[in-house]
């Protein structure tokens, strides 16, 4: 595989004569909500970090040409530092995982590794860091990466399938610990209490979703007024679809809680523009639980892997999820739209908690980038055998090097991609709307 792929190939990287990062997203733009677009466009401006969020499609095409080794692994897809973080497992532990999956799907580890220093790179220019400062920290994700792989090649593989990172180890780690605990006491307020505490109010007596333009809106200002008249059947028809698909015991704790209203919302920076809803569910006693269901479309990565999935993509990313996770939401499931769509659901705000990765010191970004090196690895070696994956990166540092080199380049390249976007706004390319809260 060396042979194949050596180590040191991994820092290599150009861009190609006809590359053109924003006719990508102008692509993708076409299957989104056209009245969501600018919201995408204007949240991918606010910074080069927001822009490298928004870009997975980018640099999906921009690895696909990079020397792998051909080991392949469930991928996360779309691996940046902000798509790591707490959330609540079924016991109600808090853990620190990766927690996005809309991109998951086999391919190489190699794709995730550097989607995820590169990040760190444009995080630590993000927060005012040195470059040298930028590189430490993207090359700590590089060898936590490596040295976890490592202690999974010695471990079984039901210790290392058990093996997961709880927030109280996260926040035993000295120089994490502040940060950890601000994170920590976000998530624990994240529940659906105060979810349907912020996102509902009374009317009539009854409650119902609050409207807040365009962060959340009916959803019947978004259909064709020939499916409105539909939209009760449709809420029942992906219930019912995706009652299936839960484990039989989940199915009937679900069945205790009826569908009360649903309202289109805004999420994340890539996800902008797709169809994402948040329902409002409650209980034969009255309790109420608030759920999320996001349109699922092919994974960026679909047209470069050598396995594409074809099937159903809610359940690609639920399936994924769950194969990457250590814990996942009890409540995962998929369902197919009554106008053909596919879609995943799950517990929103279910106790969530990210990290301000532009607030933390240099020191704190290296080892929060480690933190996240190192749940990577136990993520990709669920699927594959952690003893190739760390026979070919062997003991040297010469692949964190060859990673960190590539962070650092890639990290300019975005920072043009972002400057591209800027300019396409001012000329009047791209419409960019402002975002009122």
Sequence with gaps: ??????????????????????????????????????????????????????????????????????IEVQTSGDAHLLNFGLYASPERTLMFDLNDFDETIAGPWEWDLKR??????????????????????????????RETMARLATMSVLDGWYLCIEAADAARNRTLRRATKRASTRASSRDHIHAYSKLTEIVDGRPRLRDRPPLIVRVEEFLPSEQIAFLDEAIAHQREGYLETLRP???????????????????????VGTRCFVALLEG????????????????VLEPFVARPDKGHQGERVVCGQRILQSASDALLGWATGLEGGHYYW???????????????????????????????????????????????????????????????????????????????????????????R
């Design 116 to 145: 995820l220093a590169a990040s760190v790179a444009v995080a630590a220019r993000s927060a005012g860091h040195l470059p040298d400062e930028g590189g430490a920290a993207a090359e700590e994700a590089a060898r936590r990466y």
């Design 284 to 299: 034969a006693n009255g309790h109420p639980l608030l759920m999320q269901g996001k349109e699922a479309q092919a994974s």
């Design 346 to 436: 799950r517990q929103l705000w279910d106790n969530k908690g990210a990290y301000d990765v532009e607030s933390l010191s240099p020191l704190e970004l290296a080892e929060y980038a480690g933190l996240c090196g190192m749940c990577l690895a136990r993520a990709h070696a669920r699927s594959s055998d952690a003893d190739t994956i760390n026979g070919y990166m062997g003991t040297s540092p010469k692949l964190d090097r060859a990673i960190t080199q590539f962070a650092q380049v890639y990290a300019d390249q975005n920072e043009r991609d972002h400057a591209a976007l800027l300019e396409a706004v001012r000329s009047g390319r791209i419409e960019a709307a402002i975002e009122t």
């Design 1 to 70: 595989m060396r042979a194949k792929a050596p180590r040191a190939s991994h820092a290599e990287w150009s861009p190609s004569a006809d590359r053109d990062p924003l006719q990508v997203l102008e692509e993708q733009s076409r299957s989104r909500l056209p009245k969501l677009v600018p919201l995408r466009w204007a949240r991918m401006a606010a910074s080069p970090l927001a822009f490298y969020r928004g870009a997975a499609a980018v640099m999906a095409a921009d690895l696909a040409p990079t020397a792998v080794t051909g």
């Design 249 to 271: 015991d989940y199915r009937i704790l679900m069945e205790h809680y009826r569908v009360v209203d649903v309202a289109l919302k805004v999420v994340g920076t890539g996800s």
